[in-house]
């Protein structure tokens, strides 16, 4: 059974880093590409950031972008996602899914979604 598990997030304050991480338990992530999306309170999921199989495309919401950096290792099974300069409006469940595509922004396009791990930033 393909698993997905999020780690790495926490209560930090604004101008702090954090890195979260998605590994796959049960398998490699193959072809897929892996896409990390935030949940904030009271609102809809949002694309954040993804990553094409290799790892050479990557792709940033605009809100993530400058700040934030996917990464994947293949070897690893796992995909991180590097959040520097955090602000409180980062605050959301964080979670990572896969995608047929490093190009697709829509969760309802991506499957096996993980748990999340919460981000907290505070002013």
């Known amino acids: 059974q393909v698993q997905l598990v999020e780690s790495g997030g926490g209560l930090v304050q604004a101008g702090d880093s954090l890195r979260l991480s998605c590994a796959k338990s049960?398998?490699?992530?193959?072809?897929?590409?892996v896409g990390w999306f935030r949940q904030p309170p009271e609102n809809e999921r949002e694309f954040v950031a993804s990553i094409n199989w290799s790892g050479e495309h990557t792709s940033y919401a605009d809100s993530a972008k400058g700040r934030f950096t996917i990464s994947r290792d293949n070897a690893k099974n796992t995909v991180y996602l590097q959040m520097n300069s955090l602000k409180p409006e980062d605050t959301a469940v964080y979670s990572c899914a896969v995608a047929s595509s490093f190009r697709e922004t829509n969760p309802l396009l991506y499957t096996d979604w993980g748990q999340g791990t919460q981000v907290t930033v505070s002013s």
């Open positions: 049960g398998g490699s992530f193959g072809w897929s590409a």
